[in-house]
């Protein structure tokens, strides 16, 4: 395997085993992408560890995939999980024959973790890091009001306006008070209004005429 020691092959050779693994973490693939990246790994370390550098160094990279795994799985935060990474890049780095090698192989796992995101818009996901995610809704049926609907329920109710309007200003439906918008028309306190549109908080009235 003395293709190993171009500098180009180790790069790639990391970015595809750091794309399959991290891939294996992300995704469900039925533990394919797992071997792939296992076996991948274990070229580039077999080849490069047969020298001086001792196994400490498949360990550290080991350790450094864990860290990743239980940031993802308890703390989920990132944070470890960043640890992690820096300790998967020394774990490369470290046996590699040259500067410019080291920071190649260091280049290749950041861009094979980061493009095994890719993998999610064609797997299922394993929900890594989903602690992070706000999975409660707030529905009425929890005593969660939703101010949209209230709102949506003023369109076409007669309403009068509390201030003047240039061009917004509070009008007072049934009792109770909104602020409000008559876009690009100015009215008098105590006008008579009706409110024509909803978008979202935003209310929209225009002057009954006839009133």
């Known amino acids: 395997m003395e293709v190993l020691n171009i500098a180009s092959i180790g790069f790639l050779v990391v970015f595809l085993g ?3 693994l ?3 973490l992300l995704v469900k693939a ?11 790994m274990a070229v580039y370390f077999s ?5 001086d550098t001792g196994i400490w160094v498949i360990l550290l990279y080991i350790l450094g995939l864990l860290l990743i795994i239980v940031d993802g799985k308890v703390i989920s ?3 470890i999980a960043l640890l992690g990474i820096i300790l998967m890049i020394v774990g490369l780095a470290v046996p590699a024959p040259n500067f410019v090698y080291g920071a190649l192989v260091a280049m290749g796992l950041v861009l094979g973790a980061a493009a095994s995101l ?11 890091w989903s602690k992070m995610t706000l999975k409660d809704q707030l529905t009425g049926e929890q005593g969660y009001n939703s101010l949209n609907t209230t709102y949506k329920d003023l369109v076409g109710k007669r309403a009068k306006t509390v201030t003047p309007f240039r061009p917004i200003g509070t009008i007072e439906v049934e009792g109770k008070q909104y602020s409000a918008t008559s876009e690009n028309n100015w009215l008098a306190q105590e006008t008579v209004v009706e409110v024509v549109s909803v978008d979202g908080t935003r209310i929209v009235v225009k002057k009954i005429e006839d009133e």
């Open 30 to 40: 039925k533990g394919i992408f797992g071997v792939l990246g296992i076996g991948i």
């Open 47 to 51: 080849y490069h560890i047969a020298g």
């Open 77 to 79: 935060d990132g944070t």
């Open 118 to 128: 890719l993998f999610l818009k064609v797997f299922p996901s394993r929900k890594l």
């Open 18 to 20: 750091t794309l399959f």
């Open 22 to 24: 991290i891939g294996e």
